[in-house]
Structures are given as structure tokens and as C-alpha cells.
């Protein structure tokens, strides 16, 4: 049985995805930490890891792409999970003052909590907000999760889809030490740093219009080592193993300091 390894507490929107993606039964591995998840894979406890990468309301999750700068696995495929957060506790409405959750999921309840002039405490987790709710014991303490937490934990939904946006979906790449093979229909992954001068980042992206490739995102992150420098986070659709991928991958080789091809893998449908 394929094991999976994923930041949180059992009912996390991340072993959902996981379970989604793999659609076959699998044995997930709770972790604490993003780091933790990718190390149990790169010491083989894991066949798989599956990190969150960005949310279609709240953005990227910088920690992860970090990480991705530092791993040495693969992207092998991705997967987008729809988020519905509910409200969480065995209090009623009028009664909740405080709430619990990840910083992620308190920022896209924001206008439910706003509204409700609600206290927020973060937590590590989205599953393990309802654990400590649920320790807690108090009526005016509520957390933010799913109602597949809520069930695991033997918790009342107060409310459902709760966001600012029901429209809210998590993007997750599965990483391994494997490559995917081509399908036809590809999405590829790159890392790569620049010289800190008029017109570099311009002479790397002209190759994705020279070549007629769909450049899908583009993300800065501070490299952490020169002060105000970047690394550049890039997908774009095609295989590394496609011969124009390839030949263009070697011209972006040239204009850039450093360059990671993080994976290619299949692109996932959005629903």
C-alpha cells in the first residue's frame, strides 16, 4: 500500500487532498511540520509527500515554496481540493467569541469572524484546531475546519461554508524520488535566480513567448542570502523530456545564476 506522508492532525484538508489524489487506498502519515513531510519521504518512510503550495484566496504558502528551493524530490503531480470550512464547537452562534484555526483558513473566514467579532487564536492545523476546541470544552470557543474534522473528532457544525469566498480551492504538489513520464498534457516546475540587473528576468521569460509555451505562474520568494535578491518560481505547461522544453530549458540555463527543475507532471483538472 502506497504511504503518504502530510502536515497536520488526521482530517486535515491535506489527507483529504491526498486521499483525492491518489484515488486508491493509501495509508497516510500525520505530520507536524512541512519540513517533517518532505523528510519522510527523502529517507524512504514515505513513498509520497503532499505539500500545499497556494490557495485561490489567500495566495501562495511561502513556507512550502522555501522548502521546495531546499528538497531533493520531485514534483511528480499536483492536484487542486476544494476548501469548505465550517464552523466548529458546541456552542451556538450568539454564543462564540473566540475562535480557533490555521492562520490560512482564519484569513479566508475573515469577514465571517470580522462580522461576528470574533477573538482568533492560530493554530498549527486546520484538524487540530477542532482537537483543542474540543479539549477546551467551553461554549464561547469555536474552531474553523471541515466537516470531515468535526465528524472525526465526534464535534457539532455550527455553520457551513463559512469563507469569504466559496469559490476556494488548495493547489497540493505530490513530491517523490521518481519522475513522472509524459502524457501529453504536462505542467513543469522550475526555480531559478538572476543577476541583480536591468533586464535579466525580461531575457529568461522571452524564451517561454520565442517558444510558444504557456508560462501558468510566476512567484518571487527573497533568496534569504543577499538583501533584496530573488528566487523565481515558475510553471509552465510541456515536459521537461519534450525536446522544444528541453532545448529551452538550456537557454534559461545560461541566463540565470542558478536553475532547479523541480518536476514535471500531469496538470490537474480544477473541480
Not at 51 to 75: F, K
Not at 154 to 173: G, H, K, S
Amino acid at each position: 500500500m502506497i504511504h503518504v506522508s502530510f502536515q497536520g492532525e488526521r482530517g486535515a484538508y491535506s489527507e483529504a487532498a491526498a486521499r483525492s489524489f491518489f484515488n486508491e487506498p493509501i495509508k497516510t502519515v500525520p505530520l507536524a511540520t512541512f519540513a517533517e513531510v518532505l523528510e519522510s519521504t527523502v529517507s524512504e518512510k514515505t513513498q509520497y509527500a503532499i505539500l500545499p503550495v497556494e490557495n485561490s484566496l489567500e495566495g501562495s504558502v511561502g513556507e512550502s515554496y522555501d522548502l521546495l528551493y531546499l528538497t531533493a524530490l520531485n514534483a511528480t503531480g499536483e492536484t487542486y481540493h476544494r476548501i469548505k470550512h465550517c464552523l466548529i464547537g458546541t456552542g451556538k452562534i450568539d454564543e462564540i467569541d473566540t475562535v480557533y484555526s490555521h492562520p490560512q483558513a482564519l484569513g479566508q473566514c475573515r469577514k465571517f469572524i470580522e462580522g461576528h467579532n470574533m477573538k482568533t487564536i492560530p493554530a498549527y492545523d486546520t484538524a487540530g484546531s477542532v482537537e483543542i476546541v474540543k479539549n477546551i470544552n467551553k461554549r464561547n470557543c469555536a474552531c474553523i475546519a471541515s466537516k470531515d474534522a468535526a465528524q472525526r473528532y465526534e464535534m457539532p457544525v455550527i455553520l457551513d461554508n463559512i469563507a469569504n469566498n466559496l469559490n476556494n480551492y488548495t493547489r497540493f504538489l505530490v513530491l517523490s524520488k521518481e519522475n513522472s513520464s509524459e502524457t501529453g498534457n504536462d505542467k513543469t516546475s522550475i526555480i531559478f535566480s538572476i543577476k541583480h540587473e536591468p533586464g535579466s528576468l525580461f531575457r529568461v521569460i522571452e524564451n517561454f513567448h520565442t517558444n510558444h509555451i504557456n508560462l501558468t505562474k510566476i512567484e518571487s520568494r527573497p533568496t534569504r542570502e543577499n538583501t533584496w535578491e530573488y528566487n523565481f518560481y515558475v510553471d509552465f505547461e510541456g515536459h521537461q523530456k519534450d525536446s522544444k522544453v528541453s532545448e529551452m530549458l538550456n537557454r534559461i540555463r545560461h541566463d540565470t545564476l542558478f536553475m532547479k527543475i523541480l518536476g514535471s507532471y500531469p496538470c490537474a483538472k480544477l473541480g
